[in-house]
């Protein structure tokens, strides 16, 4: 079985994944944007550091906010003017396949 990146960081470093999970949650309770908000932020975060798997994780995360599919690939393409095409178009892909897990 194929692991994921973030489950092999999890297995070979429990104690660092377990704070790394913790600061996730304190910064998911931040106030002043709601979840939906805070995981576009996040994809377009991830399309500008060219992480395809970031943006799926988080695409996946932000339909379950209650992202439309519009929202998402905007997410990715507001990058084009600071990241350039091939940035956009190789996250992109990424985008629409975790938007589209159910």
Known sequence: MDRSPYEIFQLECPELAAKFNELVQIQRSLK???????????IAIQ???????????????????GATREEVVGAVT????????STVLECLPSAIEGY???
Request: glycine share 8%.
């Open 78 to 85: 507001m990058n084009l003017h600071q990241s350039g095409l």
């Open 32 to 42: 002043g944007l709601d979840q939906k908000t805070k995981q576009l932020i996040n």
């Open 100 to 102: 589209e897990i159910d």
């Open 47 to 65: 399309t500008s550091n060219k992480n395809p798997n970031g943006v799926k994780m988080h695409a996946m995360m932000a339909k379950k906010d």
